[in-house]
């Protein structure tokens, strides 16, 4: 069974442009969260999505956008890039979302840098 | 809100040493509490997990109790190796929408 796959693992980016990272889950799962890795302020949760509907956004300004697709699939778009969003970009997919059980399983991260 | 507090290391052991990361926990309800272990370049595995109080995780050697009195999820192992050598995460979810709460990692580094 297929894992989480993010694409693309590494980007390289400048100040001021966009940038879309994908994400598709392992098949069966409906629910995909993102995260954002810094050295400073270590995992902080971006949103989750489930049946292509966000459920819950964390605490990032409005730049930090995503949605999820018919498939499960799901992307999260970052616009107007500052310095700051230099991270490692992490996907996390579950069976389904809500449950305080359920293991969630990670994707190997898109590392972006900002320039 | 919801928090999670380890120490950050790193945390240099000798092979075959005994291992404690601690990590306490900050939340309202009964979370479900996780470890979790990152290998340079790689995402997040998980490691082991908790559901309710007293329940003891284990995996790989590593355990791990949820004690609810003293807000705690303590990772434990008898003698590390040096393919131990990785950043662990302690994590918490209460469930709903919220996602899970991180620690900021613990980096462990087993010297052979």
């Known amino acids: 069974k297929a894992g989480v796959t993010q694409t693309p693992r590494y980007l390289i980016k400048t100040r001021g442009q966009q940038v879309t990272l994908s994400c598709s889950p392992i098949?069966?799962?409906?629910?995909v969260s993102w995260y954002q890795q810094t050295p400073g302020q270590g995992l902080q949760f971006l949103f989750e999505y489930f049946s292509e509907t966000q459920r819950n956004k964390g605490n990032f300004p409005g730049r930090f956008s995503g949605r999820q697709f018919s498939n499960s699939r799901s992307e999260m778009n970052v616009s107007t890039l500052e310095l700051g969003d230099s991270a490692l970009y992490l996907c996390a997919s579950s069976l389904r979302p809500g449950q305080k059980n359920t293991e969630a399983f990670f994707g190997q991260g898109t590392r972006l840098t900002v320039v | 809100g919801n928090s999670v507090t380890q120490m950050e290391g790193p945390v240099t052991l000798s092979e075959e040493a005994f291992l404690t990361i601690n990590c306490t926990y900050t939340?309202?309800?009964?979370?479900?509490l996780f470890w979790y272990v990152q290998y340079p370049g790689e995402g997040l595995q998980l490691l082991l997990k908790a559901t309710k109080a007293d329940d003891k995780g284990s995996n790989k050697g590593f355990e791990a109790t949820y004690r609810k009195e003293t807000t705690s999820f303590h990772l434990e192992k008898g003698s590390v190796q040096v393919s131990d050598s990785a950043v662990y995460f302690c994590a918490l979810s209460r469930g709903g929408a919220d996602g899970l709460t991180f620690g900021k990692g613990t980096h462990l580094i087993i010297q052979p």
């Open positions: 939340a309202t309800g009964y979370p479900s």
């Open positions: 098949s069966g799962h409906r629910s």
